[in-house]
């Protein structure tokens, strides 16, 4: 096994290790002194990869996953590597699906390697397939659509790899070694026609059909390809030197003379990071501990940024509130230095500004608050504007404080030396206005042989004063006397004298 090291975003080594005991201890050591805790992606180039091809009836959701999954323990069942791409629809019959199933069939090659990961809990981020990368690389290379039947040769430490693809999708790949027994080196030529009579007997290629075969290596082993290789009706050769191709994939390789593919698979395979080819059981445990690691500490930064923003800003509040109210304090010093300028060229003042201060509080109250009859005269006059048989005689307006009866003050006392009365606050509305009460005598202007449509004016009149919400009405006197031991009385001859007289009190909350 070769373990290479990704470092300032190119490939670094490779290590080799044997696959011994010592050669799994020299791997412990050298990923606990290269590379603890980092992430390692497992790149598989074996012999003992096999590939399927499979037509599976069309069922979506759930029951297809199952339905996948069931096939492949059918077909690996030694295995835990294994994996079933859907790569389309047949395009007779019922429309079956396409399914490439692929495996790694021996897993013991794998298992001293995963188990050293494992003991040092390094994080697995998936084991992939150089022919289902292959893919990628054919995409990249602009040579996979191009090319309805493709086979893509590249020489890598493992031997020849030959991988089919069918309008850009992988069929079948197999790696032979690169030289024989006798230490003689393949014939590329033989090879692709092995494989091309290999592809035409399983029905992958039809007879007449033309194979595009794509050979990627470097120069002097390209130069010893192309005198194998012929073209012929049915095959047709493409060299394309090792740099080339990796360029064209926009690939870095570690040195221009590289002899082998490998750096090119492994750093497509760092580049594009795909999702696992062979799926991870209890082995992935680690890299899906790192990922929730990695989250979590990206998360913490992203909420130290924030809190970081959060006191910057309210530091520079601070700062900018801390100036502007040591420019008030200014202001402020200022204009008291000023009001002192101005106050020592003016003569004292009689009063204290205090008292100057609540007799301005005192006026502004008073002035706000202070009883008036205006309110109530107002109510009256829209009243005697709908009843206009009732005129007024006689008005007795008073304000009512608490603890005083609401009488209007008389005439002058004979108590002069006494001194004055002062007059409640409350009176004068301070703190607030105080209930107003209005005694109104008034008379009907009506015929006196008219009783009802005397009793029916006053009524009226005191229903439109009790309209207003806060209007309080009481009937003191009515215009008739009508108590029980009242004495009746009319006469059809012309009424003269005087007009009927009520009195109404009305009181006015505030």
Not at 34 to 61: I, S, Y
Not at 107 to 119: F, G, K, N, R, V
Not at 345 to 365: G, H
């Amino acid at each position: 096994m070769d373990a290479w090291r990704w470092e300032a975003g190119r490939l670094a080594g490779p290590a080799s290790f044997a696959a011994t005991r010592a050669g799994v201890d020299a791997f412990l050591d050298y990923l606990a002194h290269h590379h603890p805790g980092a992430p390692a992606l497992l790149l598989a180039d074996v012999v003992e990869e096999d590939f399927q091809r499979l037509l599976l009836p069309h069922v979506g959701g759930k029951a297809g996953r199952n339905l996948l999954e069931r096939r492949l323990l059918q077909q690996y069942r030694e295995t835990p590597y294994r994996q079933a791409t859907i790569q389309g629809r047949a395009e007779e019959g019922r429309r079956d699906d396409i399914v490439l199933c692929s495996a790694l069939t021996n897993p013991a090659l794998l298992q001293p390697w995963t188990e050293a990961l494992e003991l040092l809990k390094t994080p697995l981020a998936g084991v992939y397939s150089v022919p289902l990368l292959g893919e990628e690389l054919a995409d990249r290379l602009g040579v996979g659509r191009e090319h309805e039947h493709l086979l893509l040769v590249t020489q890598q430490s493992a031997g020849v790899r030959q991988s089919y693809f069918h309008k850009g999708c992988l069929k079948f790949s197999r790696l032979t070694l690169a030289a024989d027994r006798e230490g003689t080196a393949v014939n590329a030529g033989v090879e692709t026609a092995r494989t091309q009579q290999f592809l035409v007997s399983v029905r992958l290629l039809e007879r007449g059909e033309q194979l595009h075969s794509v050979m990627i290596a470097q120069d002097q082993e390209l130069e010893r390809w192309s005198g194998q290789c012929e073209n012929g009706p049915e095959t047709v050769y493409h060299f394309i030197p090792l740099g080339i191709a990796a360029g064209l994939a926009g690939i870095g390789l570690p040195s221009e003379d590289a002899p082998l593919a490998d750096p090119m698979f492994l750093e497509l395979l760092v580049r594009t990071r795909p999702a696992s080819h062979y799926k991870l059981g209890e082995e992935g445990r680690y890299f899906r501990l790192w990922r929730v690691r990695r989250a979590l500490m990206a998360s913490s930064a992203a909420v130290a940024i924030c809190a970081l923003m959060w006191v910057t800003g309210n530091l520079w509040a601070y700062v900018g509130a801390q100036d502007d109210g040591e420019r008030l304090n200014r202001e402020a010093a200022g204009y008291d230095a000023s009001y002192r300028v101005s106050m020592s060229d003016m003569p004292p003042s009689l009063a204290p500004t205090a008292n100057m201060k609540a007799a301005v509080t005192i006026e502004r109250l008073l002035a706000t608050q202070a009883p008036a009859p205006i309110d109530m005269m107002g109510m009256l006059s829209a009243a005697l504007d709908k009843v206009p048989q009732v005129q007024v005689v006689r008005l007795d307006w008073r304000v009512a404080a608490d603890g005083l009866p609401a009488t209007a003050s008389g005439g002058g006392t004979n108590g002069a030396d006494a001194g004055a009365v002062p007059i409640p606050a409350r009176v004068l509305g301070i703190p607030s206005k105080p209930p107003q009460t209005l005694r109104v005598e008034a008379e009907v202007a009506l015929m006196s042989n008219n009783a009802r449509g005397i009793v029916d004016s006053m009524n009226t009149f005191a229903q439109e004063l009790a309209r207003n919400p806060k209007l309080t009405v009481a009937i003191e006197r009515t215009v008739l006397d009508i108590s029980p031991g009242a004495k009746l009385s009319g006469s059809t001859a012309a009424a003269g004298g005087k007009p009927a007289q009520f009195v109404l009190n009305l009181s006015l909350a505030p």
